[in-house]
DNA sequence: GTCTATAACCGGATAGAC
DNA sequence: GTCTATCCGGTTATAGAC
């Protein structure tokens, strides 16, 4: 269990910041293990549902161990959460990238898709949290949420000025464009059911993807004719 | 606390079906009462999050009293589910009013926003449910719901081969839909807080309404051009 | 039918051995 | 750092007086 050091080094020195770092390692080891298997539990059972114990159990350790890694269950709760919002952000950076409202669309509707389908349990806790309402998440929400949506806003009421899209309330779109994305992790249960029974295929999520792509493209854009 | 009945009525029978029927009004009412109540507390709360003193406190009862309503937690959160679901399925009526996608859909939208308003509650506790995926759903999931969803992709891939709509995944687009509208119940606390943190006025939920209605119709429905 | 008091249980947190 | 044993507060459910 413990790290395996050469017995060659030369350097004491050398060696013995090999074993600090190598322990740091293991502790950040340790606590993204717990994260990852507590943002499952989390998703699964909700915040009051899920217990210690059995994060524990999921990450092969005893519940006193969650509590050596993490001060309490409220703070791996938070860290979780912190988390999701990081993953938030960085998706939708995507939205930056281009200066015309159908490339920018896609490529924000794209990347909060790969996440629903890549992390959808950070999805759900994030769900879980902002329906309960509570006072976690009113800082994010009142700061770097609102900061965000109000310069998306700009940009899109820009591209509405130049014509290149129909007047549409931007914040609503964003609405519909969260919802629909998020709606593939939130509501995998009832997306299985209604598929047999069987997870969305590779080929049946670029479809969803597309097809949600599509609607907002035409439903918002306007398009040249020349 | 006990129904007045009048000294007046000549008939000892019907002053006995009187005080009946009180009594097992004033039962309805009862439960009724609290699985108003449960609903508010499970929404905001989760399932395991609740409490049943709490809702008990909510409806100027000792727990107790729920406990002689309902037999126990499990029991009376299975009735606001189900009460949620049916609530659901009748909304979901409004689909079939018209043979013209433009008709059915607006309707459609416009009734599970309506519910979004008016029953936020409910919706938060389906969604919530759905999240953890648990067998409490299943069956009607794979029943009552599977059955409705069949049925209304008959009728949009019959609008598709005639033309009067894009191809379009039938599925994927009744999810955009059920997404969409319930987002304004499940993610209120977000909207609010994007809302200068007040809730949005008729007004602009009547302008989040028609936003949903025409990108959707504008990204699925095809007008004849005379 | 209503309410108080209590039983039985469970989960978060910690003490302390290793 | 890791794990076992334990404490303590809170929750469901019920017994039993009124």
Redesign the interface.
């Known amino acids: 269990m413990t790290p395996v050091v050469s017995h060659h080094l030369t350097y004491l020195a050398r060696e013995k910041q090999q074993i600090t770092i190598s322990n740091a390692q293991r502790r950040q080891q340790g606590e993204d293990l717990i994260l990852k298997v507590a943002e499952e539990v989390f998703?699964?059972?909700?915040?009051?549902?899920a217990t210690v114990t059995e994060i524990g159990k999921c990450a092969g350790l005893p519940k006193a161990n969650i509590h050596y890694y993490f001060s309490s269950k409220e703070k791996l709760y938070q860290r979780v959460l912190e988390d999701v919002i990081d993953l938030w952000l960085e998706a939708s950076q995507q939205f930056e990238d281009f200066d015309d409202p159908a490339k920018s669309l896609t490529a924000y509707i794209n990347a909060k898709m790969d996440l629903s389908r890549t992390r959808p349990n950070g999805s759900?806790v994030w769900?879980?949290e902002?329906?309960?309402?509570g006072s976690r998440i009113?800082t994010h929400?009142?700061t770097r949420?609102?900061q965000w949506?109000e310069s998306r806003e700009v940009w899109i009421n820009r591209w509405i000025e130049r014509g290149q899209m129909?007047p549409?309330?931007a914040?609503?779109?964003l609405?519909?464009i969260?919802?629909?994305t998020?709606?593939?992790a939130?509501?995998?249960?009832?997306?299985i059911?209604?598929?047999n029974?069987k997870p969305l295929s590779d080929e049946q999520f670029e479809?969803?993807k597309s097809?949600?792509v599509?609607?907002?493209?035409?439903?918002?854009v306007i398009y040249d004719n020349p």
């Open positions: 998703a699964k059972h909700g915040f009051h549902g759900k769900a879980n902002v329906a309960r309402g009113q929400l009142n949420l609102k949506v129909r549409v309330n914040k609503y779109l609405y519909m969260w919802a629909s998020q709606h593939y939130d509501f995998d249960t009832q997306i059911a209604l598929n029974n479809e969803a097809c949600i599509e609607v907002i493209l035409k439903g918002v």
